[in-house]
């Protein structure tokens, strides 16, 4: 069978792991020991995890990240979530068919007492709000308690092999994200006063102000005199004709298995969002050796910072604005998608539509805060913060400085008076860190004609100046010296490369004229080099926005390996090489069209609201038009919101139809939410609780 494990990754090490065996459906099986089962399966080329009971519909993966239920399997005879679950050796693992038959529970006639423990605060989620918060909990000695759901510490920061934006001083900007959860995790070890609970959710907030934690499968109760909701986000779903199909996923479910499992899910990929998410994405699929057919974004422009965009049009994936998906086409998965022009109001434009060959298409269209524990905290009446995702969407460099703030401010509720009031400036520089992209500008005028300097691609206004740090001539300052302003060169450059190394858009280039005035060599940034580029082989070069400007022979490869950047030259006309931003690494055929578009027979209406109970978008807008929009009411007649995933998906699409129909949202009457976050089995929970 064949391996879909990436073998060599230009920024991650590949790592020989060990083999665990197990079964899927009766045939034999290797994963790597660590290996979530989704993954395993995924890696042995298998997409497809069993069939829906009410429409026999194929299931697979879509968020990795515990939230939905598509990629149940049948682990040992009981029902897990794949992606949540280990491979343990010798398990035996089927497709979860309809509704299977599952063995009886054993007899259980005593329970161990429930284990009960008590903690200064608690903080629900270790990526990088948390960690940050819990870096100054643990200076001050605060008894505090760091749970988390996964395997390792880290949160999104474990999926980031891009370098950081932000400030060197406050989010260490210019190192990759996977470094900065590491070395977050490290500096917590170093407190003694902090626990670690890997591999452990918090199922909810009682109202006797005591948490329900299920940690490596055993019930335990926590009592916080303090809880700080740094739980994150869970990703978006999007109303599309075919979105029941497999190989449908969710931007955290493809870089968890490409930048965590080294793994190759996919040969094409189409990508539907351009906030940074999607356009991150995109990137990692290139440096995962996927071809990335293009990206389709609703608005006008992507939302994302423009280095993103503008990296992978210089590479060769086009971008779609004012364009959406009209649907996914296929048997059982993916095998094709269309897309089609959008007006203002997001209504597709006729005879705009667009189909591509793609097996897989990923959905980045925004986050919703995990703020069900805030929620829960504040009835039970505990003192509750929240930070990053948990409290806002927002990068995560401003997540970690967030919840560097949160923790202060939770280390002075405690008692802590000496440390003084935080300073102004941090909220403000708060603020920067979370802000939209500021107005595009035009490139510095009067660059040298001599010499050599860096030509800085960055025109977006973005919190971001590890350029200015670096310099060792103090040649780049911003324009006025904030975080938000452009980088401009101001003078006396030697060369050195290094603002070329940390820019973490890659926006960069320097142009050098004392060798040749006239054929001077551009020295380009280069991390796909999965892709290799060899001194004579011809490259072309493009602008910012991808349009070539010509074919030259690479004249140098330079490899910096405690960077993972390759630096690339090559000897251009004086004429264009300022206007050299990088080059194209994707044959224009990979995002070639189908000759005729691939129209979908049903309508928008027919497309799944409630993937898990299968309910269309037609049945509740007919409901809502009859004068229901109470969330239960709808819940109570469709099931939309009763299935496994507890209206963590649908909701949010159901207020949509409820916004097209012209109900205010402050008519809706809101879901009454389940009494646990997460579906656990009974057995797990002593009798008597």
Same mark, same amino acid.
């Given at each position: ?47 497809? %995890?069993?069939?829906? /009971? ?16 598509? #990629? ?27 509704? /299977?038959?599952?063995?009886? $529970? ?6 161990? /007492? ?129 979105? +029941? ?24 990929? %189409? ?25 389709? =974004?609703?608005?006008?422009? #992507? ?19 004012? +364009? ?21 109001? %997001? ?31 504040? =009835? ?16 995560? $460099? ?65 919190? #971001? ?13 911003? =324009? ?12 006396? #450059? ?9 820019? /973490? ?8 004229? !004392? ?98 109970? !299968? ?10 038009? $009859? ?23 649908? =909701? ?21 939410? !389940? ?15």
């Amino acid at each position: 069978m064949e391996s879909y494990r990436i073998k060599s990754h230009p920024i991650l090490p590949v790592e020989e792991r060990e083999d665990v065996l197990f079964t899927w459906n009766g045939t034999p099986l290797t994963a790597k020991k660590g290996e979530m089962i989704a993954s395993a399966l995924i890696a042995n080329g298998i997409s497809v %995890f069993g069939h829906h /009971p009410k429409d026999g519909s194929a299931q697979g993966i879509f968020c990795a990240n515990g939230q939905c239920a598509k #990629c149940t399997v049948i682990a040992d005879g009981v029902a897990v979530k794949s992606c949540m679950t280990m491979v343990a050796p010798g398990m035996e693992v089927r497709s979860a068919e309809g509704l /299977p038959e599952l063995p009886e $529970s054993a007899v259980v006639t005593e329970r161990p /007492p429930i284990e009960q423990l008590a903690c200064e605060v608690l903080i629900i989620g270790g990526g990088p709000s948390g960690l940050a918060a819990a870096i100054e909990l643990g200076k001050h000695g605060i008894d505090t308690l760091v749970i988390d759901d996964k395997h390792a510490l880290g949160g999104k920061l474990v999926l980031q092999t891009h370098k950081f934006f932000g400030s060197e001083e406050d989010s260490h900007a210019g190192v990759r994200g996977h470094d900065i959860g590491k070395l977050l995790a490290a500096e917590v070890a170093n407190h003694p006063s902090v626990k670690i609970w890997l591999n452990s959710t918090a199922l909810f907030v009682f109202s006797d102000k005591k948490v329900g934690i299920l940690k490596d499968g055993v019930y335990k109760i926590v009592t916080p005199q303090r809880i700080l909701n740094a739980a994150g986000a869970r990703e978006k779903f999007l109303r599309f004709t075919g979105n +029941h199909l497999a190989r449908i996923y969710g931007a955290g479910a493809f870089q968890t298995l490409v930048n965590r499992d080294l793994i190759r899910p996919t040969n094409r990929l %189409f990508i539907i969002g351009g906030g940074n998410v999607g356009l991150i994405a995109g990137y990692h699929a290139l440096q995962a050796g996927i071809e990335v057919v293009g990206l389709a =974004e609703a608005l006008p422009q #992507c939302g994302g910072y423009k280095v993103h965009a503008d990296k992978l049009k210089r590479h060769g994936v086009p971008i779609y604005t004012s +364009h959406s998906i009209l649907s996914a086409n296929g048997g059982e998965t993916v095998e094709s998608i269309t897309i089609a022009a959008v007006d203002d109001k %997001f209504r597709f434009q006729p005879d705009s539509e667009k189909s591509f060959a793609c097996d897989t298409i990923l959905i980045a269209v925004g986050l919703d805060s995990l703020s069900e524990f805030t929620q829960e905290a504040t =009835e039970a009446g505990i003192p509750v913060y929240a930070a990053g995702d948990a409290l806002e969407i927002a990068e995560a $460099s401003s997540a970690m400085f967030n919840g560097k703030i949160a923790g202060l401010t939770i280390v002075k509720d405690c008692g802590h008076e000496e440390i003084g009031p935080i300073p102004p400036e941090w909220f403000a520089k708060a603020e920067v860190l979370k802000s939209h992209p500021g107005p595009v500008k035009p490139y510095q005028k009067g660059l040298p004609e001599s010499g050599v300097f860096p030509v800085i691609h960055c025109l977006q206004e973005i919190p #971001c100046n590890p350029c200015t740090t670096v310099c060792p001539t103090n040649s780049i300052q911003t =324009e006025d010296g904030g975080l938000m302003a452009l980088p401009r060169y101001t003078g006396s #450059c030697i060369g050195c490369n290094k603002c070329l190394l940390i820019c /973490p858009g890659l926006a960069i280039t320097l142009v050098d004229y !004392r060798q040749n005035p006239e054929n001077p060599t551009v020295t380009i940034p280069y991390e796909v080099f999965n892709l290799p580029q060899a001194v004579g082989n011809p490259i072309e070069v493009v602008d910012i926005d991808g349009e070539p400007l010509g074919s030259f022979p690479v004249a140098a490869v330079m490899d910096i390996k405690n960077r993972h950047t390759q630096l690339i030259k090559v000897k251009v006309p004086k004429a264009i090489s300022k206007q050299i931003a990088s080059f194209r690494i994707q044959s224009a055929e990979v995002s070639r069209p189908l000759p005729e578009p691939i129209i979908p027979e049903k309508l928008a209406d027919d497309a799944m609201i409630c993937l898990c109970e !299968r309910v269309s978008v037609g049945q509740v807008r007919q409901l809502i038009r $009859s004068g229901i929009t109470d969330l239960n009411h709808l819940k109570a007649v469709t099931r939309a919101g009763m299935g496994p995933c507890g209206a963590k998906t649908c =909701e949010t699409l159901i207020k949509g139809v409820l916004r097209e129909e012209g109900i205010p949202v402050e008519n809706v009457v809101p879901n009454t939410k !389940r009494p646990v976050f997460v579906e656990v089995p009974l057995d797990k929970f002593p009798d008597g609780d």
